[in-house]
């Protein structure tokens, strides 16, 4: 639809063109035509529908955790989260200690 009316539009600038007369509008009037604001409408009517049903969906449908549950998951997660950087630091640790003495047994 909109390339049908942008090939229109390059179509009349192209003729007025060719005529020695020359287009001063820059922009284009997508939406003057009635069928183009009914799309826009019905466009506009789905988004709403989509909104309303997704608030709806947030707030009636789905089960959210307790406030103890919350706490639970942050603790597992802050515990998982320290385990995984100590083992970090201890690799980290160790390829730097071997590579240290690596360098040393070439360097001479």
Do not use: H
Not at 61 to 90: F, G, H, N, R
Not at 96 to 107: D, E, N, P, V, W
């Amino acid at each position: 639809m909109l390339a049908g009316k942008l090939a229109n539009i390059l179509y009349l600038n192209k003729r007025a063109w060719c005529n020695g007369s020359i287009s001063v509008s820059k922009t284009a009037d997508l939406g003057s035509s009635p069928g183009a604001r009914a799309n826009v409408n019905i466009n506009m009517n789905k988004l709403r529908e989509y909104l309303k049903l997704s608030a709806d969906e947030l707030v009636n449908k789905v089960t959210w955790p307790t406030w103890d549950d919350l706490q639970e998951s942050t603790i597992i997660v802050m515990v998982a989260s320290l385990v995984i950087a100590l083992v970090i630091y201890v690799i980290d640790i160790v390829s730097s200690g071997a590579l240290g003495f690596f360098y040393q047994i070439f360097q001479g």
